[in-house]
């Protein structure tokens, strides 16, 4: 199977600041389409999860523009620019191109 | 809009069976995927399954085949998942979670049940 290393367990960031999580697989993403299938989600406490990014880049409705996901091959980035309260959370990379489809471990954002 | 909302927490002994429902609203049930996660010790996902409540066919992840068995009611927009022969490993948060039948992302997300298995 696929396994999807997000190194940071935890990273520490200032209101305002830029910050970026990075997701490696342990083989491409990359479908014959052309596209990745690697997406990106977010678990706050208390809410329902939810998605961010789809095929590595592609933000899902209503996601706000400071949050933007690149990457391609075998490793993936979420930044999240402007870095503000509500941001404070678990991320989760997800790859779909093999199943089983399997989840990053984990990278929880905290508040200096 | 679009909503999944899960069965409340349960508690069940070891060795013991449990079936979680996950109801959907506002979108057509049997043009969508469900897809079941479990969440271990507040942070670790897992692929348990999805099925395709049109067809009524499963897949699962062969780490849970023996484990969990995927169902759906559309007369009532409801899927369920039964995990069977539970032990403490299986203590977790399971979510529902919806794809569309090509599957690239889960684009919502049911607010996930506790399950504690202890006798």
């Known amino acids: 199977q696929i396994t999807l290393t997000q190194q940071a367990e935890s990273l520490w960031v200032s209101p305002g600041e830029k910050v970026s999580i990075i997701c490696r697989a342990s083989?491409?993403?990359?479908?014959?389409?052309?596209?990745?299938?690697l997406s990106w989600y977010q678990q706050r406490p208390g809410q329902t999860t939810k998605a961010l990014i789809y095929?590595?880049?592609v933000r899902t409705d209503g996601v706000p523009t400071r949050f933007f996901g690149s990457g391609s091959g075998t490793e993936f980035t979420l930044s999240i620019e402007d870095v503000q309260p509500e941001d404070i959370a678990l991320y989760y990379c997800l790859q779909t191109l093999k199943k089983p489809w399997t989840f990053g471990g984990g990278t929880k954002l905290e508040l200096k | 809009q679009v909503k999944l909302l899960q069965s409340g927490a349960a508690l069940v002994k070891p060795g013991d069976s449990v079936k979680m429902s996950c109801k959907a609203s506002a979108y057509t049930f049997t043009d969508y995927i469900i897809h079941w996660v479990k969440q271990s010790h507040g942070k670790s996902l897992e692929w348990i399954g999805y099925i395709n409540p049109y067809s009524g066919g499963a897949n699962y992840n062969e780490k849970f085949k023996n484990k969990a068995t995927l169902t759906v009611d559309k007369s009532s927009t409801t899927a369920y998942m039964e995990f069977s022969r539970l032990t403490s490993e299986d203590s977790a948060i399971y979510h529902c979670a919806r794809s569309g039948i090509r599957a690239y992302y889960f684009d919502y997300w049911g607010q996930g049940v506790m399950v504690t298995v202890s006798s």
């Open positions: 083989q491409s993403l990359l479908y014959t389409d052309g596209k990745h299938y």
């Open positions: 095929h590595a880049s």
